[in-house]
Structure formats: structure tokens, C-alpha cells
């Protein structure tokens, strides 16, 4: 008797680690896609300021929709950095995606001016710049979908019985996907200048 | 020793394996017995009665025997499942990290570029690589089951104070392992000790909720028992050191010899035993030498390139003595290694090596039989260089972005872009047609850029986009089948070559995402199975029929007499889909009869006393497919001069 409890004792312990480890996994897992948004998201801020630069010397009435932009953007760069050193807490990536919307949006208005000047559209660096930025959107879109893939994975793994319950006793607290609501702005932002 | 060889010997140490670890756990499940009626007649449960047989309990030994075996069994098999399942599991448990793909700093952009050389080189798709960072000592390891899940780690000493040869040489030396097998049975053995590992656990969990509890509420009476509870606690701990030692002993046997083995084919791959060499010494040399830091560090020790923590005797150690292993590779070495700090190797820009080495589009490339099988697995010097060509004639931007996952995704799909102008119309309407714009655009822009690229570097652009798509979701990576799909199907007639571009991709992926082989074997006989492919590869360089019957003629020579009857089937019976089942069966088999079957093909393909660089690449591809790493195909000259044995050792 003493041996069947030891045996169903034993094998919990065995469930409940290797339910731990399958956690541990899946939480890797969307830590390191949240790694693969990151980069995509500081080659991004990079280019920002290099494209109001060059927008600068045309759009000479319209500085407050650049600095517009440029706000966004430090504000979004501050964002992500917070959101880097804690993937998935909910309030970092509430932030992230609301400082990810604004600064869309305010590049949005900035290409909707740009519209409107000509030797600015066909300006050779403004571009090359606006592919580069909208390659660099693609693959944030997509590294965000992957991102969104694993969360849900593991959101979904730590409510399954038995990890549901040694999951809230060990740290495994809801992860949270990365969503910009900017339903609108979004096509703005795709304006081609080709 | 071949390839195949290797992969024999590798399939029977594994049995050894098997048989030394039943062995231990016999003793262990004795071991367990002996304390259990030791305990019992200790409290009295089993009197002493007739003496001869009060030691035996038919029914407390069955149940113990059976509990003891499910646990240790079922403890190996989940840690090896745990370990097999994710590659990088093991560097992530050791504070690695994955290197970012698009690092700008220098030492982890050389590492990538070696690491992908190395790759192109020896036929394998790029593993994922992983930094220790707080990692000071020089070491290294690989893990992977098979050559789509596996996986380099290196540490912070490892990237920044070797110079580049010297990391060539290491990396080389893990990529051996990875092509022998030894990889493989490597995540074995830590499953294995693993298993012994929890019985002592399960001692030492004992004593240590004895200690808890026994605090406060000690009772009277009760101090017998408890003493037995201690007894059964501290001889279960007992036990499992004593287990966990002699598994560590074969543990460490095992590995010892097969580190010679790596170092020598290390030394082969590179044609520069100075290399390897030099980071050995530079191990000797360094005051932290190649000691592994994290926790956990132990239970990897066997993966390592160099001993990872300090061992008492040198029966444990997993490595041989460095002195010994730098006087194999450099004779002329005294056996001194002065102590001392080492500095970080100053780099300048990445080398991309002059387009002079490349080959000319079109060219055609001579092959025998012998030859190609002895490639296989086994790469040279000049395979090296040859890759690095190759990779050099890819444009470099697509280089640098097919490390990410949106383009490495346009990279797969804009590979099975058919040449005719109206079937690739079609194929790109039809990606248009699953709703998203941005992915077709983006797979024309890669086709342009791929444009320049020569056919023989095809395949290693593939090679090259799969460590980005292990970082797929495994939604995206439906997706990404779903489109394949979608560009095979716009083409109505497939090419033998956009067939097996397809197969390699989808055979890799597979792997990767689903953490287990589909369990059904295709109902096909091995006979039926190398007739099909033989013929298949017969017709396919044809013009007509008593072509493919001299080209069919001189596969089955190939194979051993008495094998088995071969025939030769007609053109319309030779179905792709039948294909699949074919290589699927046949990558199934023992290594030696694959290897006589890649044989068997070179020389069907090879006949008409040429190959074209569309057939080297296809034949690549199907030994890929049969789970043999071949390197790219050399022009003509390389090709004879590595036929000759005296330029293979080991």
C-alpha cells in the first residue's frame, strides 16, 4: 500500500516537473520572438530621424508635424526599451503598442504633407528611406505575428490542468501579445512614393 | 573510417550503450530491493523466520522492480524527449543566448560567417548558434539529433580570443561530431545518466523533508521509524551516486575516444591541424582555461569541445589530457603552455574571399561514383574555400537579410520561381491569391537578387535560409506550406530539381516543427523502393530508352552482388509522389546500404560521362534526403584528386 502511494506521489512529481520545464519552453519561446521584434523595431528608430532630416528641407512650413514624429518616436524608442527588458508584462506592451500607433500615426501625417511636394517625392535618399522603412514595417508585422503565435502558446499552455496549477504559484503569470490599434493610419503609412 | 562507416559504428555503440545501462539499472533495481526488506524487517513488517529465504519476497520484489524500472526508464526517456525537442534547450539551461542573426558586432558576425562556411561546405543546413556570454573560458558544444535540429553554442572566451583559424578549427571539430552521430548519441547518454540521476534525488528529497519536519514536531516512539526513514533516505542517495558514477564512467569513456575522432576530422575539414592546435594551446595557456561556469554545467560536460570542470581522477574526465591532444596535432609540440591572461584578438572588417576563386555558370563537373559516397560527410580545404565562393557570389544584401525571417521566407519561396516567364506569372497570382501583398511582392524583389546567383548556389541559399525559418511560429510555418503548395500546384509540370529544392525544404521544417516523424513507415519494399529512384534518375538524363537502360545498368553495378533484383521501370510508372515514398522508405535503412545506394545513383547520373550542375545539385539534394550530408560538387579537377585514399585520413 505504503508502495502504490509512493508510486502515485512519484509520479506527480514527475508530471508537475516536466509540465515546469514545458513552461520554462514556452516562455523561452516568446521571450526570444519578442528578440526578433526588437531588432526590427530599433532599425526602425533609426531611420526615423534620417528620414525627417531629409524631409526637413522641404517640408520648411510643416515643422510641427515633424517634431510631431520625432516625439513619437523617442517616446516609442523608450517604450520598446522597457518592453525589451520585460516581454509580455502587460503594461510594457500596452505602452509599446500605444507609442507604436502615435509615432504610425504621425508618420502617416508626415507622408500624407509629403504628398503634396513634389521635389520631395522624386528626392533619390526620401526613397530609398521610405522602402527601407516600409521593409522595415513588413518584417516587424511579421515578427510580431510570430511573437503573437507564442504567447498565445504559452497563455494557452499554463491554462491547461495539471500546469494550471503550479503555474501561478511559480511565477508563470499571463504573458501579453503586442497589438497596435491603428487601423486607419496604417494605410497612410503604406503611401509609395515609386 | 567513411561516413557510413561512422554512422554504423555510431548505431552500435548506441546498442552497447543500451545494454551497459540495463546492466545498471539491474543493479540498481537490486540495490533498491536490498534496502527495502533491510527496512521492513527493521520495523518489524517481515519477520525473521526460516533464514535461507527470508531475504526473498517474490511479490516486494516485483512491485519494486517494476516501480524502480518505470521510473528510471520513463525519467530517460522524458529527459532525452525534453533534450531532442529543442535543440537550443540545452545552451538556453547553460545562460546561452541565440546570436542575433544581424549583429553588428565583429567577433559574433566572423563566428556566424565560419559557422555558415562550414555549413555550405559540408552539405548541412545552417544550425542555430548560441552565445554564452558569461561564459570567460574557451569552450564550445553541438547538439542535434539530425542535421535539421541541431544546434553550436560557443562561449564569450571562445568568440573573442581565438583567431579565426583557431575558431575554423573548433567549430570544425563540432561540426564533426554533429556528422558522426556523435551529437546524437550524446543527447542519449544524458538521458541515460539522467534516469540513475533520480533515484538519488529521490533519496536526498527524502532527508531533506526529514529535516524540515523533524524541527518541531519530533514524537516519541516514533524515533524507530524515523530512523529507518533516514536509513532508506541516505542508502537511496547511495545508491544513486553510486550509479551516477559508473554512468559517468562510461560516460566519459565514450566521449574520450570519440573527441580523438573529431579532432582528427576537425584537422581534415580545415587542412590545418594548426588551427585546432592553437586554440588548444590557447585553452593551456589560459588561466580560465575552458571551465564552464553555469550550474548546470555537469550534466553537458560530454557535449563540450574541451573539458568543462575540473575532475579528480582521469577516469571521469570526458576529455583526453589536452597535452596529448595537442602533440596528436602538432607533433612537434614540447608539452609546455606558460599561464597567463589572454587578450581579445583584434578584427578588422569580415574577408569576403575574392570572386576569383568562383566558377564559371554552366560549367560541367566529372564525378565517379566512389568518389561522391567518400565525400559524404567527410569535406576537405578546398570544399571551404568552395563555399566560400559560392557564398560570395550571392548578392550581399541578400546575405545579410536571409537571416531574418520575412526574407528567408521570400528566399524559399522565390527559389521554386520557374524559370518560363508565363508559369511564374501564374505561380506569383496564385500567391497573391492567399491575401497577402506584401509577401508576394517581397519574393519578387528576392527572385531579382537571385537572378545573378549561379544554380550550384541554389541549394546552399536554401541551406543558408533555415536557420531563419526555425524562427518561424508554427502558425507562420503552415502558412509558409500552404504557399508552397500554392507555387508547386501553378505549375503544372514539376522539375526533378524544383522537386527535390521542395522535398529537402520540406523535409527540413518538418523536423523542426513537428517534435516527432510521422509513425506510419510508407508501404513500400526497400527493392521497390531503389528501383523506383534508380530508374527515376535513369530517365531523367535520358534522351531515349537504351540510354536509360545503359545509365540503369550501371547503377546496379554499383550495389553489392545478391543484394537485391533490381528493374528497371518504365518512364510513366515513375511518379513523384511515389518518389517520396521511396526516399522516405529508404532514409530508413542501415547507413551502408544508403551509401550504396547514393552509389548507385551518382552512377546512374553520371553515365553519359558528365553532369550537369542541375544534376550535381538534384544528386546533393537526394543525398540529403536520404540523410547524407553531401559537400557541393567541385569542378572537374577536385573532384579526381579526392578520389585518391591517400588524401583521406582517419
Known amino acids: ?194 | 573510417m567513411d561516413f557510413f562507416e561512422a554512422q554504423e559504428r555510431a548505431r552500435r555503440r548506441t546498442g552497447w550503450l543500451v545494454v551497459l545501462f540495463s546492466l545498471a539499472v539491474c543493479g540498481t533495481v537490486m540495490a533498491v530491493y536490498a534496502v527495502a526488506t533491510v527496512a521492513l524487517h527493521l520495523l518489524g513488517l517481515r519477520p525473521l523466520t526460516d533464514l535461507p529465504t527470508q531475504f526473498w519476497y517474490p511479490d516486494l520484489f516485483w512491485r519494486i522492480a517494476a516501480s524502480t524500472l518505470i521510473l528510471v526508464v520513463g525519467v530517460s526517456i522524458y529527459k532525452t524527449r525534453a533534450v531532442s525537442a529543442s535543440a537550443d534547450a540545452i545552451a538556453l539551461g547553460l545562460g546561452g543566448r541565440l546570436l542575433d542573426p544581424n549583429t553588428v558586432d565583429p567577433h559574433e558576425r566572423r563566428l556566424l560567417n565560419v559557422v555558415e562556411e562550414m555549413a555550405i561546405a559540408s552539405g548541412v543546413p545552417v544550425p542555430t548558434v548560441h552565445l554564452l556570454p558569461q561564459e570567460p573560458g574557451i569552450n564550445a558544444f553541438a547538439v542535434g539529433l539530425d542535421a535539421s535540429r541541431s544546434s553550436i553554442a560557443v562561449t564569450d572566451g571562445c568568440l573573442r580570443l581565438l583567431s579565426r583559424d583557431e575558431l575554423q578549427g573548433v567549430v570544425a571539430h563540432e561540426f564533426s561530431h554533429l556528422l558522426n552521430g556523435d551529437a546524437r548519441i550524446n543527447v542519449r547518454l544524458l538521458g541515460l545518466v539522467h534516469g540513475i540521476l533520480v533515484i538519488g534525488l529521490i533519496g536526498s528529497a527524502i532527508l531533506r523533508s526529514l529535516g524540515r519536519s523533524s524541527g518541531g514536531s519530533r514524537r516519541k516512539g516514533n524515533v524507530g521509524g524515523l530512523s529507518v526513514v533516514i536509513f532508506v533516505g541516505i542508502s537511496l542517495y547511495l545508491i544513486g551516486s553510486i550509479g551516477v558514477f559508473f554512468a559517468r564512467l562510461i560516460k566519459a569513456a565514450v566521449s574520450r575516444q570519440r573527441e580523438l575522432l573529431a579532432d582528427a576530422a576537425g584537422a581534415q575539414f580545415t587542412r590545418n591541424p594548426a588551427g585546432l592546435a592553437g586554440a588548444l594551446k590557447k585553452i593551456g595557456r589560459f588561466s580560465r582555461g575552458s571551465r564552464i561556469l553555469a550550474p548546470r554545467a555537469e550534466e553537458a560536460s560530454h557535449f563540450y569541445f574541451s573539458e568543462g570542470m575540473a575532475r579528480i581522477t582521469a577516469l571521469m574526465s570526458t576529455h583526453p589530457p589536452l597535452p596529448e591532444r595537442i602533440r596528436i596535432l602538432d607533433p612537434q609540440f614540447a608539452g609546455e603552455l606558460p599561464g597567463g591572461q589572454l587578450e581579445p584578438v583584434a578584427l578588422q572588417e569580415e574577408e569576403i574571399p575574392g570572386v576569383a576563386a568562383a566558377v564559371p555558370v554552366g560549367h560541367r563537373i566529372s564525378l565517379r561514383p566512389a568518389a561522391a559516397v567518400a565525400s559524404v560527410g567527410a569535406l576537405g580545404d578546398q570544399h571551404i574555400a568552395y563555399a566560400q565562393s559560392l557564398l560570395a557570389q550571392v548578392p550581399q544584401r541578400l546575405r545579410d537579410s536571409i537571416r531574418e525571417p520575412w526574407v528567408a521566407r521570400a528566399v524559399v519561396l522565390a527559389l521554386l520561381l520557374d524559370g518560363k516567364a508565363e508559369i511564374r506569372t501564374a505561380q506569383l497570382s496564385a500567391l497573391l491569391a492567399l491575401g497577402d501583398a506584401n509577401l508576394a511582392e517581397e519574393v519578387s524583389r528576392v527572385a531579382g537578387a537571385l537572378r545573378t546567383c549561379p544554380m550550384e548556389a541554389r541549394l546552399p541559399v536554401l541551406d543558408l535560409a533555415l536557420p531563419a525559418l526555425r524562427r518561424l511560429s508554427s502558425a507562420q510555418c503552415g502558412d509558409l506550406r500552404a504557399a508552397v503548395d500554392r507555387l508547386i500546384r501553378a505549375d503544372s509540370r514539376i522539375g526533378l530539381f524544383e522537386y527535390t529544392l521542395q522535398r529537402v525544404l520540406l523535409r527540413h521544417l518538418a523536423a523542426h516543427f513537428e517534435s516527432r516523424r510521422p509513425p506510419e513507415r510508407p508501404q513500400i519494399e526497400v527493392r521497390e523502393a531503389s528501383s523506383l529512384l534508380l530508374s527515376m534518375l535513369a530517365h531523367a538524363g535520358a534522351t531515349d530508352p537504351g540510354e536509360a537502360a545503359r545509365a540503369f545498368e550501371a547503377a546496379r553495378a554499383e550495389l553489392s552482388p545478391g543484394r537485391f533484383q533490381l528493374t528497371l521501370l518504365p518512364r510513366d510508372d515513375c511518379g513523384l509522389r511515389a518518389l517520396d515514398r521511396a526516399l522516405d522508405r529508404l532514409v530508413e535503412t542501415a547507413p551502408r546500404l544508403r551509401g550504396e545506394i547514393l552509389g548507385a545513383c551518382v552512377a546512374a547520373v553520371a553515365r553519359d560521362g558528365k553532369v550537369t550542375i542541375a544534376e550535381g545539385e538534384m544528386l546533393r539534394a537526394i543525398s540529403d534526403s536520404l540523410g547524407c550530408p553531401m559537400p557541393p560538387l567541385l569542378p572537374g579537377e577536385h573532384v579526381q584528386a579526392m578520389a585518391k585514399p591517400a588524401a583521406r585520413t582517419g
Open chain 1, 1 to 194: 500500500m505504503a508502495l502504490i502511494v509512493l508510486g502515485v506521489l512519484l509520479l506527480a512529481v514527475v508530471l508537475l516537473v516536466s509540465a515546469y520545464n514545458r513552461l520554462v519552453e514556452l516562455r523561452n519561446r516568446y521571450k526570444n520572438a519578442f528578440s526578433q521584434i526588437d531588432v526590427q523595431l530599433k532599425r526602425r528608430y533609426d531611420l526615423v530621424p534620417n528620414l525627417v532630416e531629409t524631409a526637413k528641407g522641404y517640408l520648411k512650413h510643416e515643422r510641427q508635424t515633424l517634431e510631431a514624429v520625432i516625439v513619437a518616436r523617442n517616446q516609442a524608442s523608450v517604450a520598446a526599451q522597457r518592453a525589451a527588458a520585460t516581454p509580455g508584462d502587460a503594461a510594457a506592451m500596452r505602452d509599446l503598442g500605444g507609442a507604436e500607433a502615435a509615432l504610425g500615426g504621425a508618420l502617416g501625417r508626415m507622408f500624407a504633407l509629403a504628398e503634396a511636394y513634389p521635389d520631395l517625392k522624386s528626392n533619390t535618399t526620401m526613397n530609398q528611406l521610405s522602402e527601407e522603412l516600409a521593409s522595415t514595417e513588413n518584417k516587424v508585422a511579421f515578427a510580431r505575428q510570430a511573437y503573437n503565435d507564442a504567447v498565445m502558446a504559452y497563455n494557452t499552455g499554463r491554462e491547461i490542468f495539471p500546469v494550471s496549477i503550479i503555474a501561478g504559484a511559480t511565477g508563470f503569470v499571463e504573458a501579453r501579445s503586442f497589438e497596435i490599434e491603428r487601423a486607419v493610419e496604417r494605410d497612410v503609412v503604406k503611401v509609395s512614393f515609386a
